[in-house]
């Protein structure tokens, strides 16, 4: 599966953006989503995922931000940012697991940029 990212760009503090993954294929009932990021100088890191049954997780120090989701008939997976603050700079990654293999696959990130 191929996977395009969407949506980054600059926005104030407390701002949102909607971040879009957009899977070349059917997600449905093979492929755990999730977004990642990484930051400058930082590893990438977990910031959520959602398994082919919808349910999601989200690192602890995001839950009530960000939200993710995924609508398997369009074969995307989205993932909301709120009160947004500097620190969440970073290149935002889609990634998708097929649980069938446990094989992760990547798409080319998004930057989001978190100042005034």
């Known amino acids: 599966v191929q996977l395009q990212a969407s949506g980054g760009g600059l926005v104030q503090p407390g701002g949102s953006l909607r971040l879009s993954c957009a899977a070349s294929?059917?997600?449905?009932?093979?492929?755990?989503m999730g977004w990642y990021r990484q930051a400058p100088g930082k590893q990438r890191e977990l910031v959520a995922t959602?398994?082919?049954?919808?349910?999601?997780n989200y690192a602890d120090s995001l839950k009530g931000r960000f939200t993710i989701s995924r609508d398997n008939s369009k074969n995307m997976v989205y993932l909301q940012m709120n009160s947004l603050k500097p620190e969440d700079t970073a290149v935002y990654y889609c990634?998708?697991?097929?649980?069938?293999?446990?094989?992760?696959?990547w798409g080319k990130g998004t930057l989001v940029t978190v100042s005034s």
């Open positions: 959602v398994t082919t049954g919808s349910l999601t």
């Open positions: 294929g059917s997600i449905s009932s093979i492929y755990n």
């Open positions: 990634n998708a697991r097929d649980v069938r293999i446990n094989l992760d696959y």
